[in-house]
């Protein structure tokens, strides 16, 4: 069983960066792919990238691409996802997920972080 934390949001104005974390504890953290979930009042939830166990493998989802940027640290469990140039849609509450390599859907979530950014 993985634990995921997430911790890093806040209240942000456009233009800002900010970095999210995610520490994971209760597993082999390396043997887990890991992704960045958002979800907006009344939206879906939405992938927004993921990661691979070494971190080769990288994937964003359109909107983000180029703004934000997911990495991890092995050493310390954590993934992170750092953003820059924030937008006021990018207020959402932010989520780390973790799934096996062979799985297809994510087994694990974090309870979230909140994000606002105002204009």
């Known amino acids: 069983q993985v634990q995921l934390v997430e911790s890093g949001g806040g209240l942000m104005q456009a233009g800002d960066s900010l970095r999210l974390s995610c520490a994971a504890s209760?597993?082999?953290?390396?043997?887990?792919?890991m992704g960045w979930f958002r979800q907006a009042p009344g939206k879906e939830r939405e992938f927004l990238a993921h990661?691979?166990?070494?971190?080769?493998?990288?994937l964003y989802a359109d909107s983000v691409k180029g703004r934000f940027t997911i990495s991890r640290d092995n050493a310390k469990n954590t993934v992170y996802l750092q953003m820059n140039s924030l937008k006021p849609e990018d207020t959402a509450r932010y989520y780390c997920?973790?799934?096996?390599?062979?799985?297809?859907?994510?087994?694990?979530w974090g309870l979230g972080t909140q994000v606002t950014v105002s204009s």
């Open positions: 997920a973790a799934r096996l390599p062979t799985s297809t859907s994510w087994n694990y």
């Open positions: 209760g597993g082999a953290f390396r043997a887990y792919y």
């Open positions: 990661i691979s166990w070494n971190g080769g493998i990288t």
